[in-house]
C-alpha cells in the first residue's frame, strides 16, 4: 500500500515540465521539537536568490511542531545555507534554517547555533568531520521493505555490500539519493548495503567545522523526501528490529589539522585520552534522548560497543572508538567514534567532540 | 514479492537525470569469504579517473563478508581493472578488485594474485580462454523464474535456444545483461536459452591471460545487477533442481598459439594427455568447495561426465574434455574442458589450466 507512490508520475511529469516564469520556489527546512524530525514548506520569491541575505526570514506555528504554545505560537525560521533543489530543478532552492522562538532565544532543539560558536572559537585546528548515516527503509506497514510479510529473512551474513534481488531491498532510492546530493552540492562521498537487510549507509564528509552538521541534515531530508517519492518509510531508528539484527549508526569520523600531518597520531591518541574522560557527556548527546536510544543498539554486539564503557582500538569494530588501521600504520589520519546513533543530532555529536578535544572540555 | 521492481523506474529515471557535477561515482567490487559471492560499494571521486593509478585504495569490514574478525576487520581493496558503469553511465565506472588482509596476504578467495603470476610465466603460449557460462533465474521464492508455483514444466525438450512465452522465461534480463556486457566492454561473444527452462547461457572470450577472470567476475556483477533490477533471482549454483533437470556448468574453452596454428592438433592431444593425469587436482579447482558442489552435477547423465573418471571425445558432450569437430576436421584450434562448475572462480579454472598444460 504505497499511497504516494500511487499517484501517476507520468501526470506529474507533465506538469512538473511546464515552464514557472521568473518567479523561484525556496523550500524552508527546519528541525521540530523532537530533535530528529524534519519540516519543510515553500515560499514563492520573485527572482531567483543571489545570496544568502535575498532569503527573507520567515516563521511557522510552533505548536504544531512541539515547540510551542498555541497562544504564542510564531517561531522563527532564519535561512543559513542554501543548495540547488533536486526536486523542482532549475532556480528553486532548498534552504535550511535555524528556528528561534518569540523571544529571539533558539528553540530546544536548535542545537546549531552553539555549535557554529564552538566551531568558530576551534577554527585554527580545521576540524573536518565525516559521518556514516546508516538507516532502514520499512514498508507502509512498518516492516523493514523487501521482507516477507509475517516472517523474517535468512540470518545476516549474505547482505553487508551485496548484490542480487534476494539480497538488497531498495537499491533505486539510494540510486536516487545519491544523484540528488551530487547535484545539490552535498559532499556526499559513498554509499554501501549494510549488515541488515533493508539497511543502508551513505557517507557525506569529509566537511570541515558547522558544514557537516548543514550537510548531513540537508541529506537527510533529500532522503525522506526521495524515499517518500517511491513509497518507501525511511527510519533512523537505531535499532528498528530487535534480535539478532544490526542497529543503526552514525558514526563520525574526526581529524584536526595536527592529527592529519606527519606525526598526527599522538594527537590522535591524546583525543582519545579525553575523551576517555568524558564518555557519559558525549552518550548524552549521541542521540535526541539524552542515551536512551543509543541504549537500545550500543550493546557490545553486533558491532558495537558497550554503552556503559568506554574503549579504543586499532581495527576494532567492538569499540567506542576505532583508529582505522592505515592511519595506524603511517602514524597520522584521523579516528572514528562509533558511538552516536543513527538518529543523533550532528550539530550535538560534533560540537561535543570538538569541545573535548580542541577546547579543553566542558 | 519482487521488491526491488516495486520501486517505481519511471522515479528513479526523473532523479537518474539530474546533472552530477565533475564528480563520479566508482563502484569497488570484491569477491567475498564464500569464493563465490559479489559484494559492492560505491565512492566518490572528485573527477573522473583517468588510469588506474588515479584510482585509491579503498578498505572494507571483511568480518562481514566472512573474511576476518569484528576486532581486526579492515580488509584492503586493491583496484585492478575499470570499467564504464552501465548502471550510472556518463564518467562512472565499475572497479573490479583484489581482496587483502590487514597484514598484506591476498585473502584465501582472492585467486587471482596467484593466477596473475601464472599466466605472466605463461605468456609466451598466449594462452586463450572462453567459459560458457550457465545460470539460473529463481523467483523471490526459489523457485525458478516462470516455473508453475508449486510444480513444474514438461519434461527438457522444447526449451534449449527456444522462443515463445511458453517455452522461454527471463529474456528481458538477458537482453538487457548483453547490452550492459557490450557497453561496458566486457568481450560477451554470445547467449543462449539453455536447456532447462529459466536456465540460460552467455559466453565471454576469446580473452587471453587474466582478462578471462576478470571479464566474467564483472559479467557475473553485472548480470547480479540487472536481475536485482527486474527483480529476479539469479543462482550459479550447478544443480539448482534434482530430478531429470540439467545442471549448469562452466565449460571452459582452451588453447594456446601452439593449438591455433596448423598441424595444432599434436598439441591438443598432450594437453589432454597432461590433465588426464591430473584429474582430482581440476577437480579440486573446478568449484568453491572442492568438488563437493559439482558432486551433484557431474553425474554422468545431463550432458555430463562422471565427476569420478577422466574421459575425453571428438563432438562428444559425455566426455571431460571435447574436441570440437571443426576443430578434429580441420587438424587445429581448441579444447573445451566440461568439468567446470557454474559458481567456479574462473581464477582457479584458467591458472590450473595453465599450470598442468
Not at 104 to 109: D, F, G, S, V
Not at 143 to 157: A, L, R, T, V, Y
Amino acid at each position: 500500500m504505497q499511497s504516494h507512490a500511487q499517484t501517476n508520475k507520468a501526470v506529474l511529469d507533465r506538469y512538473m515540465s511546464l515552464p514557472q516564469g521568473t518567479r523561484v520556489q525556496a523550500t524552508y527546512i527546519w528541525i521540530d521539537g523532537t530533535g530528529e524530525g524534519l519540516r519543510s514548506k515553500t515560499k514563492t520569491l520573485e527572482a531567483k536568490p543571489g545570496k544568502m541575505e535575498d532569503l527573507p526570514i520567515w516563521n511557522y506555528d510552533g505548536s504544531s511542531c512541539h515547540q510551542a504554545e498555541g497562544s504564542n505560537s510564531d517561531t522563527y525560521l532564519h535561512p543559513v545555507k542554501m543548495y540547488p533543489c533536486p526536486f523542482r530543478k532549475g532556480d528553486n532552492v532548498l534552504v535550511l534554517c535555524e528556528a528561534y522562538k518569540y523571544n529571539k532565544e533558539p528553540t530546544k532543539t536548535n542545537k546549531r547555533k552553539d555549535c557554529l560558536a564552538v566551531m568558530e572559537k576551534a577554527k585554527e585546528h580545521k576540524p573536518w568531520f565525516g559521518i556514516e548515516q546508516e538507516y532502514t527503509f520499512l514498508d507502509q506497514d512498518g516492516h523493514p521493505f523487501g521482507w516477507p510479510k509475517n516472517g523474517f529473512p535468512g540470518p545476516q551474513g549474505p547482505y553487508y555490500c551485496a548484490v542480487g534481488a534476494s539480497r538488497v531491498y531498495g537499491r533505486d532510492i539510494v540510486e536516487a539519493h545519491y544523484r540528488c546530493c551530487l547535484y545539490a552540492g552535498i559532499k556526499i562521498s559513498g554509499t554501501n548495503a549494510e549488515v541488515m537487510p533493508a539497511q543502508w549507509e551513505f557517507q557525506v564528509g569529509p566537511t570541515e567545522g558547522i558544514d557537516m552538521g548543514d550537510d548531513l541534515w540537508v541529506a537527510r531530508y533529500l532522503m525522506e523526501r526521495v524515499a517518500e517519492d517511491f513509497g518507501v518509510v525511511v527510519t533512523l531508528d537505531p535499532k528498528p528490529m530487535v534480535g539478532d539484527w544490526n542497529g543503526a549508526g552514525a558514526h563520525c569520523n574526526f581529524s584536526t589539522k595536527a592529527m592529519r600531518e606527519v606525526g598526527g597520531m599522538k594527537h590522535i591518541e591524546a583525543a582519545i585520552e579525553k575523551l576517555s574522560k568524558h564518555h557519559d557527556s558525549h552518550i548524552r548527546a549521541y542521540d535526541p534522548n539524552e542515551g536512551k536510544d543509543n541504549e537500545r543498539r550500543l550493546t557490545g554486539a553486533h558491532e558495537t560497543s558497550s554503552i556503559l564503557d568506554f574503549s579504543s582500538g586499532v581495527a576494532n569494530r567492538g569499540a567506542s572508538i576505532r583508529i582505522p588501521r592505515e592511519v595506524s600504520a603511517q602514524g597520522y589520519g584521523y579516528l572514528e567514534d562509533r558511538r552516536p546513533s543513527s538518529n543523533c543530532d550532528p550539530y550535538s555529536v560534533t560540537m561535543v567532540i570538538v569541545k573535548t578535544t580542541c577546547l579543553g572540555g566542558e
